[in-house]
């Protein structure tokens, strides 16, 4: 089992859809969980952190279940400019490095 | 620009020769990462610094891989004898602390290795 898996994209959408994405990891000592967006050709950058509660940043939900060891990331209202690729990432455990996943692209279409 | 800045941004080179990428992180950032990436994958790990200490490596990173951050500011990453393989972007990060929490990793603009 990888350990960070994403769903395989693309998804292709229109304005104004609700998109969710998920993520499965697989050591369950890991602590923190971010999920990071990235650009064509570009670096990675943090969208958000996600907490145990859920978290919530404008159109922007992330959850994270330690149970199933899942996380999710819900984009409400989609715009152009979500066009990107979403990465999870997990950090690993004990160790201080960040896991990615794959990413799964976005392509949000007017 | 206090932001991780990466040097060279793209380097062509022949195969068997040696390649080396510099990375600035933010000032003050005690941890420093590697990472490389290839088409349609996400970021792989490499290695990370906390300060001039390298903490981990990946088995990723073979003998030919070599990472430095000497006094615990810039580190080196070195690519010797490149193979076509090794044709990626290798990205750069830094945090202060160990990324977790409320800590964010920035990374640099990458720099792109095309091995020919």
């Known amino acids: 089992r990888k350990e960070v898996e994403q769903d395989p994209g693309p998804f292709n959408v229109p304005e104004g859809a609700t998109v969710a994405f998920n993520c499965t990891y697989s050591?369950?000592?890991?602590?923190?969980f971010f999920w990071y967006r990235q650009d064509c050709r570009k670096e990675p950058k943090l969208l958000m952190s996600?907490?145990?509660s859920g978290n919530e940043d404008g159109r922007f939900t992330a959850q994270l279940n330690r149970a199933s060891q899942y996380i999710s990331l819900l984009i409400r209202d989609s715009k152009l400019s979500d066009s990107a690729t979403y990465l999870c990432?997990?950090?690993?455990?004990?160790?201080?490095?960040?896991?990615f996943g794959k990413g799964t692209k976005l392509s949000v279409k007017p | 620009d206090t932001g991780v800045s990466q040097d060279p941004r793209h380097k062509i080179t022949k195969r068997g020769q040696n390649v080396t990428f510099r990375c600035d992180p933010i000032?003050?950032?005690?941890?420093l990462y590697w990472y490389r990436q290839t088409l349609g994958q996400g970021p792989e790990f490499l290695t990370y610094?906390?300060?001039?200490?390298?903490?981990?490596k990946s088995r990723l990173l073979s003998d030919r891989f070599s990472a430095e951050r000497p006094k615990g500011s810039f580190s080196t990453l070195e690519i010797q004898r490149t193979e076509q393989g090794d044709s990626a972007m290798y990205l750069c990060?830094?945090?202060?602390?160990?990324?977790?929490?409320?800590?964010?990793?920035?990374f640099g603009e990458g720099s792109w290795l095309t091995v020919v």
């Open positions: 990060a830094s945090s202060l602390g160990d990324g977790g929490g409320g800590s964010t990793i920035y």
């Open positions: 050591n369950s000592a890991s602590q923190s």
């Open positions: 996600v907490y145990s």
């Open positions: 990432v997990v950090n690993g455990g004990s160790q201080g490095n960040l896991i």
């Open positions: 000032s003050e950032h005690n941890r």
């Open positions: 610094f906390q300060n001039e200490a390298q903490l981990e």
